[in-house]
């Protein structure tokens, strides 16, 4: 299993069913006997080689990517969309997509720039604006094809390219996926609970269930993350950077890390010699607000990768970003 084929499997949030199979037969091939939960969630618990009674440590990365949802059909064979996830519509106009189980190739429209009025142009496209062209001849045939509730995704190859970089559609957050799969394989002292969980697109729906059934001892949360290194960004404004290490959270918008767990974070990475770095902007949210009130409560900490363009179809890594969240993560539960 590499990050290309995790990045390549088409499952928006609410639709995990194809990556969920990939990884449990992956899973069952690594000899773990995994558990699906009822939100969908992939569960496998590693006992570490540790005296009992050991910490139970939760590492979570979510299986789900951001997409699109068909919501109508219009005159012409057209399918009206809305978003699965946050995704500014800006990003969506001519992208090419894959449309429901099948795979349907599709385009993402709107009226053509020669046709827009001086007010046209001067807002931002909404999801109202845009349609998915099938290449339908009718609104039946749309309708039978896509029916209301059909799941999109976008149709973006992974791609290595310059100095070390990747560019895929699904980095957030299918490195974390691929991060937890390289842990299952390494001698750890303490319990590893692996939960590729499901739904985080769209409210950290599975998380939330995952965290309250293991009642893990700590949380430690595998993400991407947007680093908006772009150009003239003013430095303040940049949260982090691609290519300068994981990015370690001492807060965002739905948890705050714990302290002592952020400041080991730190002390191991940099004892260690592993690239890293402190996200600089209190902004975004995930797993990590679920899972830290859980029951009683959960310490948590979160490990990110730094993507351009996140949430969009064509995000953008350093790979070396991506072994950081590995060898820290790794390092981190070797003092457990």
Known sequence: ??????????APAGHEQPIRRVLIEELRAKGFNPYIDRMGNVIVVKEGTGVAPRKRVMVSAHMDEVGLIVTGHAEGGFLKVTQAGGIDPRVLISKRVKVGDDNIPGVIGAV???????ADRARVMGYRDITVDIGA?????????APIGTYISFDTPYVEYGDGYACGKAFDDRVGCWTILRLLEEELPCDLIA????EEEVGCRGASGAAFSQEP????VLEGTTCND???????AQVCKAGEGVAVSFMDGSSIANRDLFKK????GEKE?????????????????????AREGVPVVVLSVPCRYIHSPSTVVKLSDVEAQFELCRALLKTF
Request: aromatic share 2%.
């Open 112 to 118: 053509a720039i020669h046709l827009q009025s001086a």
């Open 195 to 198: 939960a590729f969980v499901s």
């Open 137 to 145: 001849n009718d609104k039946g045939e749309a309708e039978r094809k």
């Open 1 to 10: 299993m590499d990050l290309k084929t995790l990045t390549e499997i088409n």
């Open 230 to 236: 772009l150009g003239d960004i003013p430095e303040v």
């Open 217 to 220: 001892d700590i949380g430690i």
């Open 273 to 293: 010699g592993i690239a890293h770095q402190v996200k600089a902007s209190v902004s975004g949210g995930n797993d990590g607000g679920v899972i830290q009130r």
């Open 265 to 268: 974070a730190l002390e191991v």
